[in-house]
């Protein structure tokens, strides 16, 4: 690998560990053609049921047209149960299918193995973070993959 002046910067660190952890849930996931986008619609479904698509936007960090894309991709393959509100026409609420509530445990098992990995990164000898043991965190959870 072809260093560059910036490979110790917090920022190439975060990013690289990010775009690792995201690659490992992926692989994951795989099985049970969810996508890290999608997982936490699965879970927050199941915990939640009849929550709306506005509901999930504000518990999320994504834009509004990613949630509901990928909601519309979960109704289409059978997980999610996409229901306009009786009440209100612009509303629309949300539950998993039965398929979908059978996926559930998968994918609470994959992403529990996924949570074991990344915090054995984590671990500190005397439980104080300091900005060489993070850089070191992010580059050990970077080797996850190797």
């Known amino acids: 690998m072809i260093a ?16 690792i952890a995201i ?6 996931l795989k099985p049970f053609s969810v996508n890290h986008a999608q997982f936490f ?10 929550i709306t698509q506005d509901q999930l936007v504000r518990l999320d ?10 909601i ?4 289409k393959i059978g997980l999610v149960d996409k229901q306009q509100s009786p009440t209100d026409g612009r509303r629309y609420d949300l539950k998993l299918t039965v ?6 445990p998968k994918i609470k098992v994959a992403l529990d193995g996924q949570e074991k990995a990344l915090n054995h990164c984590l671990t500190v000898t005397d439980g104080r973070v300091t ?3 993070f850089m070191a965190i992010l580059k050990q959870i970077a080797q996850l993959d190797a």
């Open 99 to 104: 398929s979908g509530e059978a996926l559930y």
């Open 131 to 133: 900005k060489a043991d």
């Open 4 to 19: 560059d002046k910036n490979d110790d910067t917090t920022s190439k660190q975060l990013h690289t560990a990010a775009n």
């Open 41 to 50: 619609f699965i879970l927050k479904l199941h915990d939640d049921p009849g």
């Open 23 to 28: 690659r490992i849930l992926e692989k994951r």
């Open 61 to 70: 960090s994504r834009h509004q047209s990613n949630v509901n894309r990928e």
């Open 72 to 75: 519309a991709k979960l109704a």
